[in-house]
């Protein structure tokens, strides 16, 4: 078996540089994501999903981005999820995308609110119906005693939403990550990376600084 410190991989694709990035935050993502669309990359809008609890402790997963414009970044779940339980009581997050087919990594750091019933609804309706069944029979992370709990939940809420008129849970919705911080990471040569990040300052306007690697 490789050694684990052996384990490295020399990056060399493309360049970060100041004068050739975006003014905003989100127009600098919107180049970098169509990028990563037109790259093909399985599961591209997979993210990193890290909050912390009201007293520091922190946690992390991947989640599904699932829309963003200059006000955000949105991605669902299930209010009463360990996650929906810490960002009820710390209402910050921190969002990391890596594409490494592009030698990339995108940092979104800023505060989470939930967004509104009808954007919830309007995206929970497009899920398909066994999703949307999906959301109702699972107590997401809580503990079950086995996987019948699930099977039954299921068959359970098949049989009352017969009609196929699926409502979406009260507890089941979407967040916005407003940011505050973004970094753009380009790999480069020997470590030396490409690091740029934008700070959000009064007026909207954001600040530009390069950071060491």
């Keep these: 078996m490789k050694n684990i410190s052996d384990i490295r991989k020399e990056y060399k694709l493309q360049t970060l540089l100041e004068e050739g990035v975006a003014a905003d935050a989100v127009s600098q993502f919107d180049r970098w994501w169509d990028d990563a669309v037109k790259s093909e990359l399985e599961e ?35 209010y009463q999820s360990h996650k929906g339980k810490e960002l009820d009581q710390n209402p910050h997050a921190c969002l990391v995308f890596f594409w490494a087919a592009l030698e990339r990594q995108v940092r979104i750091s800023g505060k989470v609110k939930k967004i509104s019933a009808a954007e919830s609804d309007a995206y929970f309706f497009s899920r398909p119906p066994g999703s949307r069944t999906g959301a109702w029979a699972s107590p997401q992370s809580d503990v079950i005693i086995n996987r019948e709990v699930i099977e039954d939940n299921l068959k359970n809420i098949e049989a009352q939403f017969s009609d196929g008129n699926i409502p979406r849970p009260p507890h089941w919705g979407g967040y916005l990550v407003q940011p505050a911080q973004v970094e753009f990471w380009q790999g480069r ?10 700070s959000l300052k ?12």
């Design 44 to 78: 591209v809008n997979a993210m990193t999903l890290a909050t912390a609890s009201a007293n520091g402790i922190p946690d992390a997963r991947i989640v599904l981005l699932k829309g963003y414009d200059k006000n955000g970044f949105v991605f669902f779940t299930n």
């Design 189 to 198: 040569p020997n470590r030396l990376h490409d690091r740029i990040r934008y």
């Design 202 to 213: 009064e007026g909207g306007i954001w600040k530009i600084e390069r950071l060491a690697p």
